[in-house]
T-cell receptor, first 111, second 116 residues
């Protein structure tokens, strides 16, 4: 199966911009790359999805290069409540269709 | 609340017993997914349905695991002859077909299974 990689953890201060990159190979050429946020004892929550180039919504931006071998989630001006684990999700076509989550990046926002 | 619901929220069982979990997706969603998550890891894909059809099952999934989605509404995940390694959080998610395969999925709160 394809492998996705993310930094294990990141620290930031309130008000800073945070960028988290996920590397992914062998992903489906015609499907989204999606990012989720997860708090302890809760299911993941959708943040943003994109296919290529740049996507922005009210909470984040997503940058995807042309080769789609990576994606970068950008969180502007983080607050303490953004402390959570962030996952990328991609569709991999290998021995069938597999929805592959990255290992997760634990973001700690400090005051 | 019209979100994804899962039942039970917690299950403790002894090794060798069978367990069954239920997931009720968002009513207008025709896709339903099951994942397993162990502590400190990302969710691991198990299987997914479009309406009542099971379209994909992870090749890593033991044949002790089976899932159904009769009538394309709620779904059940059964684990037979549970093992201690099955202890995990079992997550259910749903999506509409237009959101794409890896597009926006709505997750339930999960069922935490502990096998003694």
């Amino acid at each position: 199966l394809a492998k996705t990689t993310q930094p294990i953890s990141m620290d930031s201060y309130e008000g800073q911009e945070v960028n988290i990159t996920c590397s992914h190979n062998n992903i489906a050429t015609n499907d989204y790359i999606t990012w989720y946020q997860q708090f302890p004892s809760q299911g993941p929550r959708f943040i943003i999805q994109g296919y290529k180039t740049k996507v922005t919504n009210e909470v984040a931006s997503l940058f995807i290069p042309a080769d789609r071998k990576s994606s970068t989630l950008s969180l502007p001006r983080v607050s303490l409540s953004d402390t959570a684990v962030y996952y990328c999700l991609v569709l991999v076509i290998s021995y069938g269709q597999n929805f592959v989550f990255g290992p997760g990046t634990r973001l700690s926002v400090l005051p | 609340d019209t979100g994804v619901s899962q039942d039970p929220r917690h299950k403790i069982t002894k090794r060798g017993q069978n367990v069954t979990f239920r997931c009720d997706p968002i009513s207008e969603h025709n896709r339903l997914y099951w994942y397993r998550q162990t502590l400190g890891q990302g969710p691991e894909f198990l299987t997914y349905f479009q309406n009542e059809a099971q379209l994909e099952k992870s090749r890593l999934l033991s044949d002790r695991f089976s899932a159904e989605r009769p009538k394309g509404s709620f779904s059940t995940l059964e684990i037979q002859r549970t093992e201690q390694g099955d202890s995990a959080m079992y997550l259910c998610a749903s999506s509409s077909r237009t959101s794409g395969g890896a597009g926006e999925q709505f997750f339930g709160p999960g069922t935490r299974l502990t096998v003694l």
